[in-house]
């Protein structure tokens, strides 16, 4: 399975016909082109390449170097794929994890936003971190500049742990300036996950579809900062569509960082005018001793 997802890793609905065609993905090894194109439906030479791939690597090594590179595969009919993850309308088939996987048993929360905070954006990341990680939770980012990388920082400087949602292979990290981040932190207190096999460089289209497991895996979506047109709010969406909790930090009506978050307070999202307010909100989350199962 991992090896084929090597290069069927961007499509979902390919996949799925796969394993109604090879529920074992055994059968495929022995296919010729022809029969792949026919029962995969893709194209002569997506057929020729993957037929290419299968004959001239070898599957164990394949394995192996991701485990040499400690990469481990979580495929989503393992007992520990992450169950809020599993729910979504399209939940990635392999998750590529590198760092703490007991993470993915906490409680989560996705902290997202603008790439150019302001001041005021960056006080309210470490302040909200430091009280989101007292109630034992994790906090999701997506290993973006500006808040997410803030959201990151923040909750390891609180004694947190964090999960980073990448947009491209673990090889390829992006943004390049980030590396030291991931190299530095105790693997401890870091998870690293992408749904993109090692090798695959980050694409304009990976960082919005990458946003369905951030806002996937949490049990709420906080908002911190952003403009009107900006992929948080395309975060904020997805986590509706979940049904999990979005809120929005308010701001300047005078800042085009704080457009986005006003709005989306405008359009139903808790207003998160202070602290309290995920108490006040989400107050079984927020305890301390609540069982955490029931929300990772």
Not at 261 to 284: D, K, V
């Amino acid at each position: 399975m991992i090896h084929v997802h090597a290069l069927l890793y961007s499509q979902t609905s390919v996949w799925k016909r796969l394993v109604a065609w090879d529920p074992t993905i055994q059968n495929i090894y022995n296919a010729s082109a022809n029969e792949i194109k026919k029962n995969l439906l893709i194209s002569d030479g997506a057929a020729k390449r993957l037929v290419q791939w299968l004959n001239q690597s070898n599957p164990f090594e394949y394995v192996a170097m991701l485990k040499h590179h400690n990469i481990f595969p979580l495929s989503i009919e393992d007992s520990h794929y992450p169950t809020l993850l599993s729910h979504i309308y399209d939940p990635p088939i392999l998750l590529y994890c590198k760092g703490n996987q007991h993470l993915l048993t906490m409680k989560k929360v996705a902290m997202v936003g603008s790439r150019t905070p302001s001041l005021y954006g960056k006080q309210v990341v470490k302040r909200l971190s430091t009280v989101i990680v007292e109630t034992g939770s994790a906090i999701v980012s997506g290993l973006a500049r500006g808040v997410d990388i803030e959201a990151h920082q923040s909750a390891i400087k609180a004694g947190g742990c964090t999960i980073a949602v990448t947009a491209s292979g673990f090889f390829h990290p992006y943004p390049p300036e980030h590396q030291a981040f991931l190299t530095d932190t105790s693997p401890q207190s870091l998870l690293v996950v992408s749904e993109y096999p090692p090798h695959v460089k980050p694409k304009k289209w990976h960082f919005p579809t990458r946003n369905r497991i951030i806002s996937g895996l949490s049990y709420a979506t906080i908002i911190i900062e952003a403009k009107r047109k900006s992929g948080s709010l395309i975060t904020a969406d997805l986590a509706l569509e979940q049904g999990r909790e979005v809120f929005a930090v308010p701001g300047s009506i005078f800042s085009p960082e704080s457009e986005g978050t006003n709005w989306l307070i405008s359009q139903g999202a808790y207003c998160l005018y202070n602290e309290q307010t995920l108490f006040e909100y989400m107050p079984n989350f927020m305890s301390k001793s609540i069982e955490r199962k029931r929300f990772s």
